[in-house]
């Protein structure tokens, strides 16, 4: 029988959350399931977009944190 894999198991694989059982059948389906292994490609190239993703805050939330800073006396910024 041919265990059905889900997106969320493609994440535990990345994540290296599957046990290594878990492991081998998955490796064994993405050789044999072109679209399996075309979601995993997927959610590859996904996490390395968001791994560059850089954010910073904007002025009127660093200048809010600010004001709220002294006002409640807590240390300057």
Known sequence: MIKLFTPNDLIRYIYQEMTEDEQELLVQALHSDESLMQEYVEMLSTIEQ????????????????????????????
Not at 53 to 59: G, V, Y
């Open 50 to 77: 968001l791994d560059q993703i850089k954010l910073q805050p904007s002025e009127k939330v660093v200048n809010a944190i600010k004001s709220r800073a002294q006002s409640t006396g807590l240390e300057k910024v």
